[in-house]
């Protein structure tokens, strides 16, 4: 399809004996904010670097912005595509501004650009301060102006958020959306699932080296039917009327922690325990419902592959 | 699938390096050592005859070879054992590659920095030398001396490509260290001793026809012969011309065998690194 800037089929990695990818299968669209998730060594990294074409695959095929990951056509493909490693190395010796504009130099970009997106990504004023100096989360910063380069129209991130502070977070995220804003598409991996499951499109699961989910995180919850769960505040005698109605709720499991109960039932169970809750207005102070997170969907597809 | 070589990345790499050296006064140190020496040894270089002073350019560059040989091979394989395993190591090598830059354009753009950085080493030390001593060399002096200094270039290219190779093959940077140190063992300190063992165990029972071209295996002895064949006094020093026979001693086929040895290592590295 045309419109998918990522075509993977069937691409396998093999390094000796050990399937680093194994049969993957994966469509991005233009302009998609795309996460890969998995646990370490499932393959990410190896999938990032055969889609960049810095690993040849085993097998399979891979198209990147229309091209095969090899040849002068992809090396003009590379021009618009921004890579950040997981383990970003820079050079201490240079300045951050010394540090893009040789990037830049190197990507065919502009290196009067460097000053402006230095601002963007919050180094303007380190710009000339030996990289050296800089802390983890100014590295990783700098590291990701280097992506932003030459107006990428594809953004590979591998574990962009390492190093960086809530603010910083924030502050690149309002960034990718931005960018997606333009027609950008950004494929991420991260393990910090919380901070990515409000903010992709679509997300695959990686598991020994397979696409072992891929979907919304909506869908993905779904797939696996996870229970919900009700956190109650309880008045001071409220514990025995809650578990005296829900006697009559076999699906349902209470716990209680002093004045706070945890209600965990079945998704399809949600409107009878409500019901039940309804009933019992002068036990309960305040109610909120939890839906499966992102990392209950990544141990829930972990218990699978048990 | 073929791909070009662009001119711009290969410039790009190479100015880096080039100017990491300058910024780090590695130029300027190696320069200033070079000058040093040649100074010193132009001075002090017959000093074991009882003699103090500048006492020709023959003994100048026969005292000045044994220098360079130990000294320039050393440095270049210092300078360039890292080119490419220090930045495996470091993780900018991936970096580096994902973008629009090939190996051969990543290799060559290092080796000419690095080059470049060597050449104005080796060039401005020497040079600064030889203007120091140029009232003293005369015309005809000084173009011999000027053929040292484009052959000590030559030598350190020559190990420079040597050490590039290694960096390429080298799992980590203290494993390119080892085996530029022990290169530069062989090479300069082992390598003529086994020439002259496998000499003194043949006791002409042996065809040393082939004995000459061995010389050419080491671009230390090509260096050496380079300079001591012109001058009669030197040659009869070194006992060479009972060796090595005038025509394999043809400047422009050592000359040739030193670019041999700039190319070949380097085209091993470009082959081993793509």
Redesign the interface.
């Known amino acids: 399809m045309a419109s998918n800037v990522i075509e993977v089929r069937g691409a396998v990695k093999h390094f000796g004996d050990t399937r680093a990818v194994d049969g993957v299968d994966l469509s991005v669209r233009a302009g998609e904010l795309f996460g890969l998730i998995g646990h370490n060594g499932a393959g990410k990294t190896t999938l990032f ?1 055969m889609l ?3 690993l040849p695959p085993t097998g399979g095929e891979i198209r990147v912005a229309g091209q095969p990951t ?3 056509a992809f ?2 493909a ?2 618009g ?1 921004g ?1 950040l ?1 997981e ?5 201490d ?1 240079l300045s951050g501004l010394e540090t893009l504009q ?2 830049a ?4 970009a502009d290196p009067a650009s460097c000053g402006s997106l230095l601002n963007k990504v919050g180094l303007g004023d380190a710009g000339r301060r030996r990289v050296r100096g800089y802390s983890k989360g100014m590295r990783q910063r700098l590291g990701f102006a ?1 992506a932003l380069l030459g107006s990428p129209l594809l953004l590979i991130l591998d574990e962009p958020s390492n190093g960086l502070d809530p603010q910083g977070i924030r502050e690149f995220y309002q960034i990718l959306r931005e960018l997606r804003e333009r027609g950008v598409t950004v494929v991420l991996s991260s393990h910090i699932l919380a901070e990515i499951q409000l903010r992709v499109d679509r997300l695959a699961l990686m598991r020994a080296g397979k696409i072992q989910a891929l979907g919304t995180v909506h869908e993905l919850r779904e797939a696996l039917n996870l229970p919900l769960d009700f956190r109650l505040i309880l008045s001071p005698d409220g514990a025995e009327p809650l578990r005296r109605a829900l006697e009559r709720q076999p699906d349902a499991s209470l716990q209680l922690d002093g004045a706070i109960a945890h209600i965990r039932c079945p998704r399809e169970r949600k409107m009878a325990v409500l019901g039940v809750l309804a009933g019992l207005d002068r036990a309960i102070v305040d109610l909120q419902i939890r839906e499966p997170s992102l990392e209950d969907v990544f141990l829930g597809y972990s218990d699978i592959a048990r | 699938m073929k791909t070009s070589v662009e001119f711009k990345p290969v410039a790009v790499i190479a100015g880096k390096e080039f100017r990491d050296r300058i910024r780090n006064r590695w130029v300027l140190a190696v320069a200033l050592v070079f000058a040093a020496f040649a100074l010193v040894i132009a001075y002090f270089g017959a000093a074991q005859q009882g003699a103090v002073g500048f006492r020709g350019i023959d003994v100048t560059i026969a005292s000045l070879v044994s220098l360079v040989i130990y000294l320039v091979p050393l440095i270049a394989l210092i300078l360039g054992y890292d080119a490419i395993v220090g930045e495996r190591e470091r993780g900018s090598l991936e970096l580096l590659l994902s973008l629009p830059i090939t190996p051969l354009e990543l290799l060559l753009g290092k080796y000419l920095g690095l080059a470049g950085a060597l050449a104005c080493s080796t060039l401005g030390g020497f040079g600064l030398a030889g203007v120091a001593l140029a009232w003293k060399l005369g015309l005809v002096g000084l173009a011999h001396f000027a053929g040292f200094i484009a052959s000590a270039l030559l030598l350190g290219l020559a190990f420079l490509s040597i050490a590039l190779l290694l960096s390429v093959l080298a799992g980590d940077r203290v494993r390119a260290s080892g085996l530029a140190i022990a290169l530069w063992f062989f090479y300069v300190l082992v390598y003529d001793l086994l020439l002259l063992g496998i000499l003194v165990l043949s006791e002409r029972r042996f065809d040393l026809g082939f004995f000459p071209v061995l010389l050419y295996l080491n671009p230390a002895d090509i260096f050496r012969i380079l300079n001591v064949f012109g001058f009669e006094e030197v040659r009869k020093l070194y006992g060479l011309a009972t060796v090595l026979p005038a025509t394999l001693a043809s400047p422009w086929l050592l000359g040739g065998a030193m670019v041999a040895w700039i190319v070949a290592p380097l085209g091993l590295a470009v082959w081993r690194f793509k």
């Open positions: 670097k960049l074409g810095l090899h040849g002068e090396r003009q590379r021009r595509i890579y490693p383990s970003l190395a820079l050079y010796n040789f990037f130099r190197l990507k065919g280097q």
